[in-house]
């Protein structure tokens, strides 16, 4: 059994791609540029918002231009940021069994934290020990710090931890960490991506997750 579970957000525990792509063209909009589907912007996520914008304006925008993105972003992404984000299923699920074993659910995103606590709060309650999102003491994913702090702050004798994530990233994150990689198939990006880092185990479903984490 692994515990501590240190847990990705977006594309993993939670479909943002909605929320986010409606903020981000939003943003566009207001600014008069080029719109995205929401199957660019599941390439755009996974590095924090900052980069999101960067992402998603023109190549030749301008510290304005960035300026202006970032704040009408955050201004609608407050308001709207659980319009339309669901759980994927069977996490609530997965939540609840591991608290019935006494596992220590954790959180490491590079969402800002603001968001991603707010967030948490709303779909998952106090499910989560603690949470660390982007702009919270730590260096973005996939610098290892974060997730570091909370394999050791929460250790517990005779258990290893175990980083979960839907992206290269995540993998990054774990492995620089040096705790066991899980990657989720379901989240933003694909098995391909996921493979290219070594990941120790690849879960299709939440069952699967489960199974993992329990150890049966």
Not at 67 to 72: C, K, L, S
Not at 166 to 190: N, P
Request: proline share 5%; with cysteine.
């Amino acid at each position: 059994m692994y515990d501590p579970v240190i847990f990705d957000l977006d594309g993993t525990l939670l479909n943002t791609l909605g929320d986010l792509t409606a903020a981000g063209n939003y943003a566009l909009g207001e600014l008069g540029f080029p719109l995205h589907d929401e199957n660019e912007f599941r390439l755009f996520v996974g590095n924090g918002i900052p980069k999101l914008i960067e992402r998603m304006l023109p190549k030749d925008f301008s510290e304005d231009d960035f300026n202006d993105a970032y704040r009408i972003f955050g201004e609608y992404y407050s308001v709207h940021n659980s319009d339309k984000t669901v759980p994927y299923n069977g996490i609530p699920e997965l939540l609840n069994e591991l608290k019935q074993h006494n596992v220590t659910c954790l959180c490491n995103t590079n969402k800002s934290h603001k968001y991603a606590a707010d967030i948490i709060k709303h779909y998952f309650g106090n499910d989560f020990a603690e949470i660390i999102g982007g702009e919270n003491g730590f260096p973005r994913k996939p610098a290892p710090d974060a997730a570091l702090y909370l394999s050791e702050k929460y250790k517990k004798s005779g258990y290893s931890p175990i980083y979960i994530g839907d992206s290269a990233v995540d993998m990054q994150t774990a492995h620089s960490a040096g705790i066991a990689a899980c990657g989720v198939l379901w989240g933003f990006r694909t098995r391909e991506e996921l493979s290219k880092f070594e990941p120790d185990f690849l879960a299709e479903n939440a069952d699967e997750l489960k199974k993992i984490i329990l150890g049966n």
